[in-house]
């Protein structure tokens, strides 16, 4: 049971002073509470150290890439692991046997996590066994260079199989283990040299600059700081030079001698869309900011030259996409009528993955079902019979483990191997038999805190409806030690949950440590739905922490005068929304920048970029679209922003959001903190601990009034005192603590 200061009570009493008071009441309220603060009288909290602490959270082993050997009996798999001290990653691979007897076998390092350049999500990094089961290939970043390394399956040794003066972008081995082939783009040096040459002679500011970000190596890629500029649509980036055309070579794995491909010789790239009839139904277009990881899939059955596809569901007119996909299977590549899944376990559901399984005519689909909060399932169906049968049912993920949601399981013809986690637990790899179902956890890194949690502040999955009766979802961590009569403050997060949530989208708010601290913490999933109308889409979340507030609070389990809130992306969108149209949240915290002329200013040199912002928000620049800009972004509606605002930027992104964020940290309303070298996901361990430590910090101050005494945090505390006193003048004594 959780032990509070003899404080609590007083404090309590104070904060809880509600807004209907008189303004002769609620000024003497202020004047008592900043006296209290003053005096350092204000201490609500744990005596003990917390359990579920943000360092426990971040260094969490994550796991991925599972692949199972030829035989069937092994599958080798790599570990994750976050390093404070030396702000990165520890990834190992591992080969385990598959009945479960004997702990998994380290085998290799796998280096430092290769990355997508634009978000900093760890790209998928799946090995390749070798067909006779001794070895696995796989790329790693080690020693400042991206190669093709192979590991002895008995642990026995590794070594570099590819050592290229150019990053290795993929490699294919070939059917008789004996070939390697892989690809390169520009070599590292003529990458620097590029570098230096623009420096030299300066920059020209064009249509490919991301002027937002930085001019010079301002961003990290494979470990090295890195010039950047955008190579599509939307905010895709990559280094310089990242459009030269893929150049092929060819390793012989007996002498280790490596020879350059001629084009003829070069390995069939994937089955796209291209690829198929031009009579199928078209590619979905391009969602923005994965709020829909929806996607055109192709698999072809190795066997037979047999297609599974996933194609667009039928959309509402005021949707930019379906929410769902149809399954269906083409005989071969080039058939133009499709055989489709009827079976109402396929039929308008959210699809995410599709796979053959091997020797068979079943193909294994993978669910995700918003209902049950994101839980997926794996069924499979017969393309012969049209019969569906479900494999795996759960109540998280099936396919990683919140940072790695989408990444599919292994397939043999008889056993799944997949990573697991829900809410409350953390990852572990799970083998399933496709026959039985039976499922047998191998390896759990994470046991200890996965039974902490369970023991003091478990999640729960509750649905509620907002006044338009759309029902959500979320995952709800429950305040340990609330006292009858007392209910907690509540922390929300706005955009998805799924798998372990450390931290909603982004992993920026402990929502364990916050519920052990004494702060109820909710994780709200958005409906599946891209609105065209980005007023529909951000009032969505309006009207769901509305709702839940009003719901929580009628059951007792809240207090709703004390409500936090904070976002990444979209997330960060719609906190901001929220509180310029609602008065329910009393603190908030944001990491991403929403639309402003700033962000459109920026950049506007791209045509990509205004026929997308035109699409999707329905703005042109702000002369040309004045009234809709009033609308939609907050840069026009700081007067109706009262709630104090924590800012934790990226440095690539913080400049965009500038026109609100000065302006609001000029009255004393904003505290704002941006992180170098960081992608719109930060990424390196040391900045995410402070994000996460900042955060329980921020809402414990403003729902709590409580204050860690460690020295070092001094200055923080001294500049939230201020912005606390400085917004209850500007206001002549409203309480900051909110209220509906």
Known sequence: MKLFHQSAP??????????????????????????????????????????????????????????????????????????????TYDTTWYVQALDGKSLPLRVADGGVPLRQYVNGLVLP??????????????????????????????????????????????????????????????????VSNTEEAEYDHGIRIDNTVDIAAGLFRSSKLNGRPTTQRFLGDWFTTGPLLAKMPDRWKAVDLTTMTARDLPVSESPAPPLTPADLSPDLPASPVKILDGLLPQRYQITRNPGDGRVAV????????????????????LPNRHASHPIYCMDELCRYKHITDIQWRPGSDEVLFTIDDYDEGH?????????????????????????????????????????????????????????????????????????????DIAATVPAKLIRWKDAQGREFTGQFFEARGAR??????????????YG????????????????????SALCINAIPEYRLDPTARYDQGRAAVDSVVKFLSAEGRIDRTLVGMGGLSYGSEVTLWTLAHSKVVSAASVSSPSVTPIYYLFNSLRGAFRSSFRKSWQLGAPDETPKRWKKVSPAYQLDRIKAPILFQMNEQEYRMALDYALPLERRHQADIYVFPDEPHIKFQPRHKLAVYERNVDWFRFWLQGYEDPSPGKADQYRIWRKMRAETTKSHSGAVVHGGS
């Open 125 to 190: 990094s799946p090995a390749v066994w070798s067909p006779d089961g001794k070895w696995i290939y796989y790329r790693a970043l080690l020693n400042g260079r991206v190669s093709v390394w192979r590991a002895a399956a008995d642990g026995s040794g590794a070594h570099e199989v590819t050592s290229d003066p150019a990053d290795v972008r993929n490699f294919v081995l070939s059917d008789d283990g004996r070939t390697l082939k892989y690809s390169v783009g520009a070599t590292r040096e003529e």
């Open 375 to 451: 839980a997926q399932s794996i069924y499979g169906w017969n393309v012969v019979t049209g019969k569906v049968r479900p494999i795996v049912l759960s109540h998280g993920l099936v396919s990683g483990s919140q940072r790695y949601w989408d990444i599919p399981c292994a397939l043999s013809s008889v056993t799944l191997v997949c990573v697991a986690a829900e809410a409350d637990h953390p990852p572990r790899l799970e083998a399933i038999d496709i026959k039985t179902s039976h499922r047998q956890i191998l390896f759990a890194p994470n046991k200890g805190l996965d039974a």
């Open 10 to 87: 007083c404090v309590a009493a104070v904060v809880r002073m509600r807004p209907y008071a008189s303004t002769r009441k609620r000024t003497a309220y202020w004047v008592l509470l900043l006296a209290l603060v003053v005096q350092g009288m204000i201490a609500v909290g744990p005596l003990h150290a917390q359990t579920i602490s943000p360092r426990r959270l971040l260094e969490v082993t994550d796991l991925g890439n599972p692949v199972i050997s030829p035989d069937g009996r092994y599958v080798a798999f790599r570990s994750e692991r976050a390093s404070v001290e030396r702000n």
């Open 484 to 497: 009858v009569g007392h209910p907690p403050p509540l922390f929300v997060n706005f955009y998805n949950c």
């Open 500 to 519: 372990f949530l450390r931290g909603g989208l982004g992993n920026e708010w402990p929502f364990a440590t916050l519920a052990e601290d004494g702060i």
């Open 310 to 329: 996933l194609l667009p569901g039928p959309k509402d007119k005021k949707l930019a996409v379906s929410r769902y996909v149809e399954l269906a299977m």
